[in-house]
């Protein structure tokens, strides 16, 4: 639930040359304040890592728009907890192999970027990244992959896709895993067909990942809703056909 309102303390808000009171934006924007074209939201662990790392994606693709980070007026990422980053137009939505093929240009952009140092505190997320790929050994290229690529994926009209924020893996991953996050997690909204493995076959060790993909999934999630643990049980089915 994020009904309180979030609080940007005012020395946080002058640093990044903002003032008003904001509007608060959605999960894609990590629930923070929107002034204008500027959202500050909390800084998660890895914030600084991922302001660096988008500086040097953004514009690189024209498959692939990317929120910049704002720095604050000493150059700062992180000010007292708070990141800023370019608001941009759209929305999650069910377009899934558009969803594909961005994630796919994401991998490209990582390349050679390394990743973050690991989290100071565990999270069930990071503990799940590490479990699944313990002792893995999937060949081919790696980089950092996207956790959560389809929810910060934003979708405006015509226009490409945006990626609104980073949510890196501990380590680097073979390339296509994200584009199999991003398959997995469409399967269990429901919100693409079976034959998108067979749409997508061309990505290299794709049904390995994909089963890596649901391995995470599975791990990272709380299977206590019985809707949620039947959708598991569906794509389940459908990757070991």
Not at 196 to 211: G, I, T
Request: aromatic share 8%.
């Amino acid at each position: 639930m994020h009904s309180k309102r979030l609080e940007i303390p005012q020395h946080v808000l002058a640093a990044f040359q903002l003032e008003g009171k904001g509007v608060a934006v959605g999960a894609p924007w990590d629930y923070g304040l929107r002034f204008r074209r500027v959202v500050v939201s909390p800084a998660a662990e890895t914030a600084a890592w991922s302001g660096k790392v988008r500086e040097r994606i953004a514009g690189q693709s024209a498959s692939l728009r990317v929120s910049r980070p704002v720095r604050a007026t000493d150059g700062r990422l992180v000010v007292g907890g708070f990141a800023a980053n370019e608001f941009g137009e759209g929305a999650p939505a069910a377009r899934i192999d558009e969803a594909i093929a961005a994630a796919l240009v994401f991998d490209e952009l990582l390349d050679g970027i390394e990743a973050p140092s690991a989290p100071s505190r565990p999270n069930p997320w990071a503990t799940a990244d590490r479990t699944v790929w313990a002792g893995e050994r999937i060949t081919g290229d790696r980089v950092v992959a996207h956790l959560d690529f389809l929810s910060c994926c934003l979708f405006d009209g015509t226009n490409p896709p945006m990626l609104s924020a980073l949510v890196p893996s501990l380590d680097l991953r073979p390339k296509g895993f994200t584009a199999a996050l991003v398959i997995v997690d469409g399967l269990l909204a429901d919100a693409i067909d079976a034959k998108v493995l067979q749409r997508w076959e061309l990505v290299p060790n794709l049904r390995a990942l994909a089963r890596k993909a649901f391995d995470y999934r599975e791990a990272s999630q709380l299977l206590d809703d019985s809707n949620v643990r039947s959708d598991f049980v569906r794509v389940a089915q459908l990757l070991s056909d």
